[in-house]
């Protein structure tokens, strides 16, 4: 794991069973932004997934990185890809993905890519690793 973390607070959620769950709909996703202020530059993303049963359902899930926002009911691709997550994921596993290159950003997303499919996104925890740049 690196050494430099955007949230520390992240092994105080971890049995929390789930942090996240998203209504059923076409591309779920859960989106970190970091404000208009700060650029960080991700080396890794780590993935909690939920403890209470129905783990198996993170699946087909990719991670971007980039200054575009994501939108609703879409396959968000405009930002750079970090890594992708084919699973199916267990009940509270920590899932590591390390991104191909360093890729900086004010936005770090997390998307279920199930074309044609109605699903839930739910984890319980969302974490993006490397450092981060204060703009002025």
Not at 27 to 55: A, C, H
Not at 105 to 125: A, C, D, M, W
């Amino acid at each position: 794991m690196m050494q430099n973390s955007v949230s520390d607070q992240w092994k105080a959620s971890i049995y929390a069973g789930h942090l996240f769950e998203s209504k059923q709909e076409q591309y779920p996703w859960l989106e970190m932004d970091f404000g208009s202020q700060t650029r960080l530059i991700v080396e890794e993303v780590v993935i909690i997934n939920k403890f209470d049963g129905f783990g198996n359902r993170l699946r087909n899930a990719v991670v971007t990185v980039g200054n575009l926002p994501a939108k609703i009911g879409q396959n968000n691709t405009e930002n750079p890809l970090c890594a992708n997550f084919v699973g199916p994921a267990r009940n509270g596993e920590v899932i590591n993905l390390k991104c191909q290159e360093p890729l900086e950003g004010r936005y770090v997303l997390l998307q279920i890519n199930s074309p044609g499919k109605v699903t839930t996104l739910h984890i319980n925890e969302l974490k993006a690793c490397g450092k981060s740049i204060e703009l002025v």
